[in-house]
């Protein structure tokens, strides 16, 4: 139990750490929420001194973190510096849409990618092959940010399939697309692998279908190597969900962050980065958990 306690304390540290990094490289760009008024005109400068006044930015930065820092504690992330509004609704109201299109796209590239390497396995006189090695090659050499604006182009200017924004199919198959990539290759290799295990021969021995053989006795034996590249899927989800968001015009948590950067608002900002950062550390305890229910041999070795 403190045990626990104690592992859970150090990943609320770590999302407190990385709250206070955001908080330092926000403030290290010249201005504030205030020259975004003074850009447009609206204020004079005596309204837009009263303004910093108002909204706390005439505090020390030590002061302003641990302000917010306290209240962030308690669920209050604050209010909107340019919309009054309180933070906590804006990310409520933007984090469906980011879970829709990472779930949607997270479930694509799994079923894709765990599919592709158990059926090149699975048949190998069937030319999947050189399409895992392709598929995984594209997820390397070419960005989801150059496919998304590629497909614009395609279906959106060219062929006038779907619209450009506020769409969502475009953007899940193109994180599908990257995640399979990255795994279906090492997938495969595992596999190939585990097909030289003396069960596999008992498999085949009694006479089961290559196809059952290898999804029902090897890949639950193969799960490991997926789970290991949950990092490198997690980072590309986050970047690839980010990055959709803005490209299609969709109202999730990456289009809320970019125009609270160009609006220096600073609450949603270190609201909207704390929020990935909560999801990335309980997606972290979840692959340990996983990792180590596929293979026992790790809690034996750290039972923490």
Not at 2 to 24: D, E, M, S
């Amino acid at each position: 139990m403190k045990r626990t306690a104690a592992f859970a304390l150090r990943q609320g540290a770590k999302v407190l750490c990385i709250a206070f990094v955001i908080f330092l490289l926000v403030r290290a760009v010249p201005g504030d929420v205030t020259d975004f008024y003074a850009a447009r005109g609206d204020y004079d400068a005596a309204q837009l001194e009263a303004m910093r006044v108002s909204l706390g930015l005439d505090a020390s930065l030590p002061q302003q973190f641990g302000r917010w820092a306290w209240h962030a504690l308690h669920g209050d992330m604050g209010e909107s510096m340019r919309f009054g509004a309180p933070v906590g609704d804006m990310i409520a109201n933007a984090l469906p849409t980011s879970l829709v299109l990472s779930g949607g796209g997270l479930a694509l590239g799994l079923l894709l990618g765990v599919t592709l390497a158990v059926a090149g396995l699975a048949f190998p006189r069937s030319r999947i092959g050189p399409w895992i090695e392709s598929l995984n090659l594209w997820s390397i050499a070419v960005p989801t940010f150059c496919l998304g604006i590629l497909c614009i182009l395609v279906f959106s200017v060219w062929l006038k399939w779907l619209p450009i924004r506020g769409q969502m199919f475009l953007p899940i198959v193109i994180i599908g697309i990257d995640i399979a990539g990255q795994i279906v290759k090492p997938l495969y290799e595992e596999l190939k692998e585990t097909a030289q295990a003396a069960f596999v021969r008992t498999a085949h021995a009694k006479g089961l279908s290559r196809w059952r053989v290898a999804w029902r006795h090897m890949l639950p034996n193969s799960l490991s190597v997926v789970v290991a590249l949950s990092g490198v899927i997690l980072g590309g989800l986050i970047g690839g969900t980010l990055t959709m968001e803005a490209l299609f015009g969709l109202p999730g948590i990456g289009s809320l962050t970019l125009d609270a950067i160009r609006g220096r608002d600073y609450p949603v900002i270190q609201a909207a980065v704390v929020t990935l950062a909560a999801f990335v550390v309980l997606i972290n305890l979840l692959t340990v958990a996983m990792h180590r229910k596929i293979d026992p041999r790790l809690a034996r070795a750290n039972p923490e």
